[in-house]
């Protein structure tokens, strides 16, 4: 039972809902406590594969979602979220040069989980390429939450057992937090990176016209002799 809405809810969070990865990142983190505490690593497989699933099962219903109607959904409400033409231009130039990477890093900064997807199937990204950047993305993702669970089991070994509830709590707020910092911190930089493009590409297509002037008025006057 407990299964069926891990699924429910990592589909959900890959079509919008917040909070849903939290929860199930909340649980890597528990499984990857209790690995060290004596628990089966056969024992956390059926919750690695359902969250999977879930996520895969979501953004796939995105992709295709935004495949039939994102062209449209962009020109009409892009502007009003911030999601401009330009912007989708350059992630487009971006997921056509570094594809998995982009997905794996954009898809852990908060808020922005389901953008990849909703590009992704906009500019028509093919299916199989787009299907192996997000189970890299998953695959990490899980990886990620379960070491860091381990990591806080291992620290807390000298502690009295009584209190490795209180701990768990704290291990999961301290790793929580780490990780939405880590995603606006990329964020950030992903803003300063488009700035400094956009700097670039004016500066490529619009020669200074004094500059330009100069020139052309250098090129009329006769030469001496």
């Given at each position: 039972?407990w299964?069926?809405?891990?699924?429910?809810?990592?589909?959900?969070?890959?079509?919008?809902?917040?909070?849903?990865?939290?929860?199930?990142?909340?649980?890597?983190?528990?499984?990857?406590?209790?690995?060290?505490?004596?628990?089966?690593?056969?024992?956390?497989l059926?919750l690695?594969?359902?969250?999977?699933?879930?996520?895969?099962?979501?953004?796939?219903?995105f992709?295709?979602?935004?495949?039939?109607?994102?062209?449209?959904?962009?020109?009409?409400f892009?502007?009003?979220i911030?999601?401009?033409?330009?912007?989708?231009?350059?992630?487009t130039?971006?997921?056509?040069?570094?594809?998995?990477?982009?997905?794996?890093?954009?898809?852990f900064?908060?808020?922005?989980?389901?953008?990849?997807?909703?590009?992704?199937?906009?500019?028509?990204?093919?299916?199989?390429?787009?299907?192996?950047?997000?189970?890299?993305?998953?695959a990490?993702?899980?990886a990620?939450f379960?070491?860091?669970?381990?990591?806080g089991?291992?620290?807390?070994?000298?502690?009295?057992?009584?209190?490795?509830?209180?701990?768990?709590?704290?291990?999961?707020?301290?790793?929580l937090?780490?990780?939405t910092a880590n995603?606006?911190?990329?964020?950030?930089?992903?803003?300063?990176?488009?700035?400094?493009?956009?700097?670039?590409?004016?500066?490529?297509?619009?020669?200074?016209?004094?500059?330009?002037?100069?020139?052309?008025?250098?090129?009329?006057?006769?030469?001496?002799?």
């Open positions: 039972m299964l069926s809405v891990v699924f429910v809810l990592a589909v959900l969070g890959e079509i919008g809902l917040p909070f849903t990865c939290i929860i199930i990142e909340t649980l890597f983190i528990f499984t990857g406590f209790e690995l060290i505490h004596g628990a089966s690593l056969v024992a956390a059926p690695l594969a359902t969250a999977g699933a879930g996520r895969l099962l979501g953004s796939t219903f992709y295709r979602f935004s495949g039939g109607f994102g062209t449209s959904i962009i020109g009409r892009g502007p009003r911030g999601v401009t033409p330009k912007s989708v231009a350059m992630l130039d971006r997921l056509a040069r570094l594809l998995l990477p982009t997905i794996v890093i954009v898809r900064i908060p808020g922005f989980t389901i953008l990849p997807s909703f590009i992704c199937g906009a500019t028509a990204v093919g299916r199989r390429k787009f299907a192996t950047a997000i189970l890299a993305h998953i990490i993702w899980e990620a379960i070491m860091a669970g381990t990591l089991a291992l620290a807390s070994r000298s502690l009295d057992p009584s209190t490795y509830p209180l701990t768990l709590a704290i291990i999961i707020a301290i790793v937090t780490i990780a995603g606006y911190v990329i964020l950030h930089r992903l803003h300063r990176l488009e700035g400094s493009e956009g700097a670039d590409y004016k500066t490529g297509i619009s020669p200074d016209p004094s500059m330009e002037g100069r020139r052309r008025v250098s090129a009329t006057k006769p030469h001496a002799s």
